[in-house]
């Protein structure tokens, strides 16, 4: 009996070992596509690690490659390959050249039709060049398998006709600083409010693109100062907790200036100002190492909170005043309940538009968002067709004011959106500004909540993160010590 137990067990991990996974295709670069088969595939993008556009390597569209060799160096990293595509293609053969310079054959299978067509097809690629569908239903779909899962003979797509191709035992160096990498560009500006023209403090720089140094953060006059690769293009923009995204500083190479269907313009290298509901402003950057792009700018924001009887997603629709049309954020998934920070601009008309899951549509009544509603949020309950929009201004607590009570216009809403009303901590239906101790907890700003205090020696910034409430040198100090410098002070000054 004995034996047969064992012999089954070692039939089962003789199986195992036949369907466990192939080993992923390892990149960290691509340097360039080498030929595609047909060429004139169109929409094949490449990452690595997950599928995300953080892991984005650049595209391949009929007969062209779009490198992101910009990309920040943190995002580069070394990962198993996967593949998009977007349209329709017969089987399609791939030559890439890594950022070793070594030759990486990839094989795709022939598109499909099914699944949900408003994704696109992704694939986990073997090191043998063997594509594997990235999710369970074999078709169009976002990835609901990692590569491990996916590279199994069950979710083969198509067989490498390169079967004796083997990752390279060399590993692609770190990237150079960007200093160090070629030619930069200085940009320096002004962050303003497009409404106030007021300057915008505390803004940080975002982008999935390189710049220097690694923090950016607009000072007291909305002043800033930062470098890029004046070999590539790239956008960056700044983010505030009170304007959202900031208009998009852009820069591109061999751009063209088009106007009622005539090429006007052809730039070298230009750098594209966004601006919300105007015209983008274009500057020619061609050759230059410093430029000065004056007011860059932040449309000032409210967030919304939405309850309705209904399980929908939405999408924010507001009018433009100087373009035709209309545009705004939205959010998917089918809930009841849904909060949007930074969605509704300033002085605009709005309306949200409704989807269920069945397709049908509603539409809210039209919401003017006046300026009081800046940096606060927006409120509307849907119910049985009817509109009621409402505003509540964010509680604001400091060391003066102490704890605040939650106002009882505020008591009914979602917990999501109470923890956005508060300015600090929200707990047992008060608001505590940061810093608070109570406890032997201090309401922390890192995560909006009360987090335990720190024995001696910890590393600390200030002084209420530490049970002795004393931060010296960015360490928490004893408090038996303390009592002991006190002691020796009152001995000192002949104290008792």
Not at 4 to 22: C, H, M
Not at 111 to 140: F, K, L, R, V
Not at 323 to 332: T, V
């Amino acid at each position: 009996m004995k034996k047969r137990i064992l012999l089954s067990l070692f039939i089962i991990l003789i199986v195992i070992s036949f369907v466990s996974a192939e080993e992923p295709m390892i990149l960290r670069n691509i340097k360039e596509i080498k030929s595609v088969s047909p060429f004139d595939v169109a929409n094949l993008g490449f990452g690595v690690y997950q599928v995300s556009a953080q892991y984005n390597l650049g595209a391949y569209h009929q007969g062209k490659w779009y490198g992101e060799e910009n990309r920040r160096s943190e995002d580069k990293v070394s990962g198993a390959v996967w593949v998009e595509f977007s349209w329709n293609r017969p089987e399609t053969n791939v030559v890439l050249i890594d950022g070793l310079g070594n030759e990486r054959k990839i094989y795709l299978p022939a598109s499909t039709s099914a699944g949900n067509s408003t994704y696109a097809e992704y694939y986990w690629i073997s090191e043998d060049g063997s594509s594997y569908y990235a999710n369970t239903n074999h078709a169009h779909g976002w990835p609901n398998l990692d590569y491990e899962q996916a590279l199994v003979p069950e979710h083969l797509a198509r067989k490498s006709l390169s079967p004796e191709q083997k990752n390279p035992e060399a590993e692609e160096p770190p990237e150079l600083p960007l200093e160090e990498r070629g030619k930069v560009i200085k940009i320096k500006g002004k962050l303003v409010d497009g409404m106030t023209n007021e300057p915008i403090a505390d803004a940080r720089l975002n982008s999935a693109y390189e710049f220097s140094p690694d923090e950016v953060v607009t000072d007291a006059n909305g002043s800033f100062e930062f470098i890029a690769s004046a070999d590539f293009g790239g956008a960056w923009a700044f983010l505030d907790k009170c304007h959202g995204w900031a208009d998009n500083i852009v820069l591109q190479k061999n751009y063209e200036f088009w106007e009622s269907g005539q090429l006007k313009y052809t730039y070298g290298f230009a750098l594209r100002k966004d601006r919300f509901d105007a015209e983008e402003d274009v500057i020619d950057v061609t050759g230059k190492s410093e430029i000065d792009i004056g007011k860059a700018y932040a449309w000032p924001q409210a967030d919304i909170s939405i309850i309705s009887d209904i399980k929908t997603n939405f999408r924010v629709m507001y009018k433009y005043k100087n373009k035709e049309g209309y545009n705004g954020p939205g959010q998917r998934g089918y809930t009841k309940e849904h909060y949007l920070t930074n969605a509704l601009p300033l002085d605009y008309d709005v309306f949200i538009q409704f989807e269920d899951e069945q397709g049908n549509q509603y539409k809210s009544s039209t919401y003017h968002v006046s300026k009081d509603a800046f940096c606060n949020v927006v409120t509307l309950r849907y119910f049985n067709g009817e509109s009621e929009w409402s505003l509540l201004s964010k509680i604001q607590p400091d060391e003066e004011t102490g704890p605040i009570e939650i106002p009882k216009e505020a008591e009914n809403i979602p917990e999501e959106t109470l923890n956005a009303l508060c300015n600090g901590c929200l707990e047992d239906n008060k608001c505590y500004p940061f810093g608070y101790i109570k406890s032997g907890e201090y309401c922390s700003i890192d995560n909006d909540k009360f987090t335990k205090q720190l024995k001696a020696d910890s590393t600390c910034e200030n002084n209420f993160e530490c049970e002795s409430n004393v931060c010296i040198g960015g360490e928490c100090i004893s408090e038996s010590l303390i009592k002991r410098i006190v002691e020796w002070f009152k001995r000192l000054f002949g104290g008792e």
